[in-house]
Nanobody, 124 residues
Framework: QLQLVESGGGLVQAGGSLRLSCAAS????????MSWFRQAPGKEREFVAG????????YYADSVKGRFTISRDNAKNTVALQMNSLKPEDTAVYYC?????????????????WGQGTQVTVSS
């Protein structure tokens, strides 16, 4: 089982950038699909971005496409989310998640390992 720890959240002005990182412990990282989700107060957890095992295939929610970039380093067991042109509606707790089956996945129920979350706040 993977253990995931996020870092890099904070407060930023609209239009700014942040880079989130997720460090994984466990031998199954390179075989796992990795994703970022977010949850704003009073809202359901939503998919943000995903990356398959090799790192060559990425996919995004329409709301972040063109602004966010997901990447991974299988040698270092890390996955990152570069967030540019941030908007106030991007404010949420961001979670790193792993699907150990390595499939294309974007529903929270498909992910068996989760980090504790990191807060991102975008001021207007």
């Amino acid at each position: 089982q993977l253990q995931l720890v996020e870092s890099g959240g904070g407060l930023v002005q609209a239009g700014g950038s942040l880079r989130l990182s997720c460090a994984a412990s466990g031998r199954t990282f390179s075989n796992s699909t990795m994703s970022w989700f977010r949850q704003a107060p009073g809202k359901e957890r939503e998919f943000v971005a995903g990356i398959l095992r090799s790192g060559h295939y990425t996919y995004y929610a329409d709301s972040v496409k063109g602004r966010f970039t997901i990447s991974r380093d299988n040698a270092k067991n890390t996955v990152a989310l570069q967030m540019n042109s941030l908007k106030p509606e991007d404010t949420a707790v961001y979670y790193c998640a792993a699907d150990l089956s390595g499939r294309y996945a974007s529903a929270p129920r498909q992910f068996g390992a989760w980090g504790q979350g990191t807060q991102v706040t975008v001021s207007s």
